[in-house]
C-alpha cells in the first residue's frame, strides 16, 4: 500500500510541477518576448485575472488549500489522523496552478506536499482504510510529493520526520522512506535523474568563502525571519481586513508583486519577482548574476512573497526562501569584491548556495532538510561542509529571535496549538492538562437577530448543535431539530441550557460537565462567563484521546 501512495502521489506531484511550468511559460515566458509596453498590459490582465480565479475557488471551496499546505497536512495528520477531504486536495491543484503559474511570487514545493499527501489519504479511503489509521498514507505521500517537485528523496524523508512528525525515530520511517524513493522513481521515468539545478563540477572553496560563510549564513537567516515576521503580520490584519471580499484579497498580493515585477524587469531585464524564479536562481548559481541586480531582486522577492502571502494567496515558500538566501550570497560575494576582496567564481556559488540552505533552515527550522536539500538540488559535495557551518549559524540567529517556525506560527496563528495535540505519555498527565488543548476556538455561533432566517447558518454549516449568542453573550445551544421546527411552526427556537467551563480548567473536570451536558457541548468562556472563546465537544475529547492510544497503543 505505501508502494500505492508513493506512485499515486510521485505522479500527481510531477504533474502538477509539470504543469506550473507548462502554464507559466504559456503566459509569463510568451509575453517576456513581446516589447515592453506589451509585457506591462498582459503582464497586468494575467496575474490579477489568475489570483481572482483562485480566490474564488479558495473562498467557495477550501480555504484549507491556501497558503502553501505544510501546515494544514500537519494539523491533518494529528488532529485528523491523516484524513483530509478530497475537495482539498482538487483545489490545491487548481488554485496552486493558477497562482504560481499565473506569476504570484509563492512557490510549488508546499502545495505538492498537500496535494500529494491529501491525494494518498483519499486512495487509502478508497482502499477502505478508515479515516482513524491515514496517517501512513498521509506522510508517504508527502514524502514522495516533496521528492518528486525537488528531486530530492534524503531531504523528502528528513523533512516529513523533522517537520510533519517531529520524531526521527518514528514508527513511520520506514514508510516514509519506501514512499520517498518512489517519488525519485517517479522523477527520473518523467523528467531524468539530473539535479533540479545543474552547476559545473566545483573546486574546494578558498579560504575566503569559508569565513564569509557565517556572515551569509547570518544576513540570510535575518532575511528569513524578516519575511517570516512580515508574512505573519500581514496575514493576521488580512484577515480582519473590511471592505474587500475574501475572494478578491490575493489581488492586492497580486498587485504588488506586478509592481515590483515589471519595475525591476524594465530596469534589468530579469523576471524573477515573478512565479518560482528559478531562471534568475539558475544563473546566480552558476555565477552569471551581478551583485547591484542580485540586491535589486531580493527587495523585490521579498516584498512580493510576503504581500502574495499575507494576503492569502494559493503557494508555498520553499522555493521563495531560496531564491532571497542565493541572491543574499550573490550580494555579500560582489560587494566584497567591490572592496577589494578577491573572491573566486566557486566562492560566489558557494555563498549563494550558503544563503539558499541558510534562509530556508531559518524560515522552516528544519536543518538537517535545509543541507541536503541544497546538496541533493546540486550535487555538489564539496558544499557540504560549508552549509553544515551556514546552518548552525542560520538556527542559532532564527531561534534567538522568533521563537516558533514558520509553519508553526501559521497554526498558531489560526488557534491551532499543536504541541498541546500532540498527547503526553501517560492519562494522568492527560486529565491534568487545561481544556483550552483541546478547543475549538473557530466555532459556529447563532446570533438572536439571524432568528429571521435560520436556513442561512443552517446551509452553510453541516453541524447539529450551534451556541446561540445575544449581544455578544451566551444565552444557550440551538439544535438543529429545534432550529428545523422552529421554521415549520415561525414560533422562537426552544434553547437548551449551556454548560460551561473556563479554559485553564482541567480535561478531567470537562468530562463530568460533557456527560451533564443535554447537547454534548461545553462552551469554554472567559473570566467574566460573558464572552465565548471556543468549544468543546464529545467528538473533540474522543479524538484527542484516540490520539493518544495511537500514538501510544502500550
Keep these: 500500500m505505501t508502494c500505492l501512495y508513493g506512485l499515486a502521489a510521485g505522479v500527481a506531484a510531477v504533474v502538477f510541477n509539470l504543469s506550473i511550468e507548462f502554464f507559466h511559460e504559456l503566459t509569463f515566458g510568451t509575453i517576456s518576448e513581446s516589447s515592453f509596453p506589451r509585457f506591462l498590459i498582459f503582464s497586468f490582465i494575467i496575474i490579477h485575472l489568475t489570483s481572482l480565479l483562485s480566490g474564488y475557488l479558495l473562498t467557495r471551496g477550501g480555504k484549507e488549500a491556501a497558503g502553501s499546505g505544510i501546515p494544514q497536512l500537519k494539523l491533518a495528520f494529528w488532529k485528523d489522523f491523516g484524513y483530509m477531504p478530497w475537495r482539498v486536495v482538487w483545489i490545491k491543484y487548481l488554485a496552486g496552478l493558477l497562482s504560481v503559474g499565473g506569476g504570484a511570487s509563492l512557490g510549488r514545493e508546499g502545495p505538492s ?144 508583486t506586478w509592481i515590483l515585477g515589471v519595475t525591476i524587469y524594465g530596469t534589468t531585464g530579469h523576471m524573477g519577482v515573478f512565479g518560482l524564479g528559478y531562471e534568475d536562481l539558475s544563473q546566480a548559481l552558476h555565477g552569471n548574476l551581478g551583485w547591484k541586480i542580485a540586491g535589486l531582486l531580493l527587495f523585490g522577492k521579498m516584498m512580493a512573497t510576503v504581500s502574495c502571502y499575507g494576503f492569502g494567496a494559493c503557494g508555498g515558500i520553499f522555493a521563495p526562501t531560496l531564491f532571497l538566501g542565493a541572491v543574499s550570497g550573490v550580494f555579500v560575494s560582489g560587494l566584497c569584491g567591490e572592496l577589494g576582496l578577491q573572491l573566486t567564481s566557486e566562492d560566489s556559488v558557494v555563498l549563494a548556495v550558503v544563503g539558499m540552505s541558510a534562509c530556508m533552515g531559518a524560515v522552516v527550522r528544519a536543518p538537517i532538510t535545509a543541507i541536503l536539500i541544497v546538496f541533493e538540488m546540486t550535487h555538489q559535495f ?150 465565548i472563546l471556543g468549544i468543546i465537544t464529545l467528538h473533540d475529547l474522543l479524538r484527542a484521546q484516540v490520539a493518544l492510544a495511537s500514538k501510544h497503543p502500550d
Design 113 to 256: 506536499v498537500q496535494l500529494a499527501g491529501g491525494l494518498a489519504s483519499n486512495l487509502a479511503g478508497k482502499l477502505g482504510v478508515v479515516k482513524q489509521k491515514r496517517r501512513p498514507a498521509a506522510v508517504a505521500g508527502a514524502a514522495a510529493g516533496l521528492a518528486a517537485a525537488f528531486n530530492t528523496p534524503l531531504a523528502a524523508m528528513t523533512f516529513v520526520l523533522e517537520e510533519i512528525i517531529e520524531d526521527m525515530n518514528s514508527r513511520f520511517l520506514g514508510s516514509v522512506l519506501l514512499a520517498s524513493f518512489i517519488g525519485a522513481l517517479v522523477v527520473f521515468a518523467f523528467i531524468g535523474e539530473n539535479p533540479a539545478f545543474e552547476i559545473p563540477e566545483m573546486a574546494a572553496p578558498s579560504f575566503y568563502a569559508h569565513l564569509l560563510t557565517p556572515v551569509v549564513a547570518g544576513l540570510s537567516a535575518l532575511i528569513g525571519v524578516g519575511f517570516q515576521i512580515g508574512a505573519l503580520n500581514l496575514r493576521k490584519k488580512n484577515k480582519d481586513l473590511q471592505g474587500i471580499p475574501d475572494w478578491a484579497r490575493p489581488c492586492c498580493g497580486a498587485f504588488i
Design 382 to 531: 564539496t558544499l557540504v561542509p560549508a552549509l553544515m557551518l551556514g546552518t548552525l549559524v542560520s538556527q542559532a540567529v532564527a531561534i534567538s529571535l522568533m521563537k516558533n517556525s514558520f509553519y508553526e506560527s501559521i497554526l498558531l496563528q489560526d488557534g491551532h496549538r499543536l504541541k498541546n495535540v500532540i498527547p503526553p505519555r501517560d492519562l494522568r498527565s492527560w486529565q491534568q492538562l487545561p481544556v483550552s488543548v483541546i478547543t475549538n476556538y473557530q466555532p459556529a455561533t447563532i446570533k438572536t437577530e439571524e432568528y429571521s432566517d435560520l436556513n442561512i447558518p443552517l446551509s452553510e454549516h453541516p453541524y447539529q448543535r450551534f451556541p446561540v449568542l445575544e449581544a455578544g453573550k451566551l444565552i444557550g445551544i440551538l439544535t438543529r431539530k429545534a432550529a428545523e421546527t422552529s421554521l415549520k411552526s415561525g414560533e422562537s427556537p426552544y434553547l437548551e441550557p449551556a454548560k460551561y467551563c473556563q479554559r485553564n480548567q482541567t480535561i478531567k473536570n470537562i468530562q463530568h460537565l460533557l456527560i451533564e451536558s443535554t447537547t454534548g457541548i461545553v462552551v469554554v468562556v472567559d473570566e467574566g462567563a460573558e464572552n
